[in-house]
């Protein structure tokens, strides 16, 4: 367990107990995580081991059967995705994106939220010009007048990364990023991670590219069967190393399977 935080930071969410069931299958068999102010916190584990429906608790999307949420200390209900939004400021960039690919960016960066968080400022033009210096923060060559659905998977990324930029959301919740898209693009989302953390911001990120993750992540939570079986500090590991919390030296067999679905083409 993670009882012991080197860095010292305080959770901004903490889980525990947490449980969820899809009829005959159990997806989480009790999580206890903190997830610390500013750190990028890797989550990594073989397929179904229950990462997804992990950050789809923690969003709203799903509800859990037990368990306990804190944030900053303080006992939460987790409602629903606007509400943890707003309210706790957590924003989800989704392993299936869920986009309007007929809008522009800057509808897309906007959706949902224009009169209630910018009032007066809701004119299109604001909109679009508060698009463009978020875009351009990011280092992106993505112009908020682009058709979203013209854009490659890795910008949709950045895009939707932008949106917790944009609403200065403290927790961005990514469920991999750089699964589908080119190296070039990948690098990119993962420079964007970086300043994310750089700004103070919380990252927690899943991804089965282990490289990624030893790249960005200060902490990696080890999923397995659903339950973190690890939490390891990001010093001096290796890919060797998650490959072995994932699957113990002796499953060889399933560890060789997860490694050829992770040959490009195969997911
Ligand atoms: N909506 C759902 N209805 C029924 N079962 C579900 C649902 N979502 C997830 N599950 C099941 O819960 C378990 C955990 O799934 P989850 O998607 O969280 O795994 P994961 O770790 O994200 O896997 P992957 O690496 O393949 O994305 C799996 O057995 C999956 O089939
Ligand atoms: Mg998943």
């Not at 009882?3 to 069931?21: C, E, N, T, Y």
């Not at 490959?243 to 083409?265: K, L, N, S, T, V």
Request: net charge neutral; with cysteine.
């Amino acid at each position: 367990m993670n009882a012991i935080d080197q860095d010292h930071r305080a959770p901004v969410l903490s889980v525990r107990g947490l449980v969820k069931r899809f009829g005959s299958v159990t997806a989480l068999e009790g999580i206890d995580l903190d997830i610390n102010e500013n750190e990028v916190l890797g989550i990594v584990g073989d397929n179904g081991a229950g990462k997804s429906t992990f950050l789809a608790l923690l969003t709203g999307y799903h509800h859990p059967d037990s368990g306990e949420f804190r944030y900053r200390g303080h006992p939460v209900r987790i409602t629903s995705p606007a509400r943890t939004r707003r309210a706790l400021g957590i924003e989800m960039v989704y392993q299936d994106l869920a986009m309007a690919p007929d809008l522009s960016v800057w509808e897309n960066l906007f959706l949902g939220e224009e009169i209630k968080r910018f009032g007066i400022l809701s004119s299109r033009r604001a909109m679009r010009a508060r698009a463009g210096e978020v875009l351009a923060q990011m280092n992106t060559k993505i112009r908020p007048e682009w058709q979203l659905g013209q854009l490659s998977g890795g910008e949709r990324q950045l895009v939707a990364i932008a949106r917790g930029l944009l609403f200065d959301r403290d927790i961005i919740l990514l469920d991999e990023p750089t699964a589908a898209i080119s190296v070039a693009k990948a690098d990119d989302v993962l420079n964007t991670i970086g300043d994310l953390h750089k700004r103070g911001k919380t990252v927690v990120l899943i991804s089965h590219r282990l490289e990624d993750v030893l790249a960005v992540c200060t902490r990696i939570a080890v999923f397995v069967t659903g339950r973190v079986a690890q939490v390891l500090d990001n010093r001096d590991l290796t890919i060797a190393d998650l490959i072995h919390a994932m699957f113990g030296g002796a499953a060889d067999r399933q560890r060789a399977q997860w490694e050829r679905r992770q040959q490009p083409g195969t997911r």
